[in-house]
Each structure stands twice: as structure tokens, then as C-alpha cells.
């Protein structure tokens, strides 16, 4: 089992759970803010981890 693999999965996971939370907080939010700027912070952070994961993933050759 490829390192980079697990930890590109590890960011991938890390990124959906992000992007959720962010979706969460737009559907409940009462447009304060503060709501807004943990909005942004979520969703940028999701989607950088979701990114980041998915190429670490994809680019990491299999050795057997």
C-alpha cells in the first residue's frame, strides 16, 4: 500500500466532510457575518483538501 495514496484519500475525505459542513452552514444560515466568513472558510479549505486529495490520488503511480 502506497503512503501517498492513504493520504491522498485521508485529504479527499477530509475535503467532502469540509464541503459538507460548508453546504450545511449555507442552508442554516441567518446571514450574519460571522456565518459568512465560516462559510467561506469551509468551503475554501473543503474544496483545496478536495482538490489536493483527488490529484494525489490520481497521479501516484501503483508499484508492485
Given at each position: 500500500m502506497n503512503l501517498k495514496?492513504?493520504?491522498g484519500a485521508v485529504l479527499t475525505i477530509l475535503g467532502i466532510v469540509g464541503l459538507i459542513?460548508?453546504?450545511?452552514?449555507f442552508v442554516n444560515s441567518g446571514g450574519t457575518t460571522q456565518n459568512i466568513k465560516m462559510l467561506a472558510?469551509?468551503?475554501i479549505l473543503g474544496l483545496v483538501f478536495f482538490i489536493s486529495g483527488i490529484?494525489?490520488?490520481?497521479?501516484?503511480k501503483d508499484e508492485a
Open positions: 495514496r492513504i493520504f459542513y460548508a453546504a450545511y452552514l472558510t469551509y468551503g490529484n494525489l490520488v490520481r497521479t501516484t
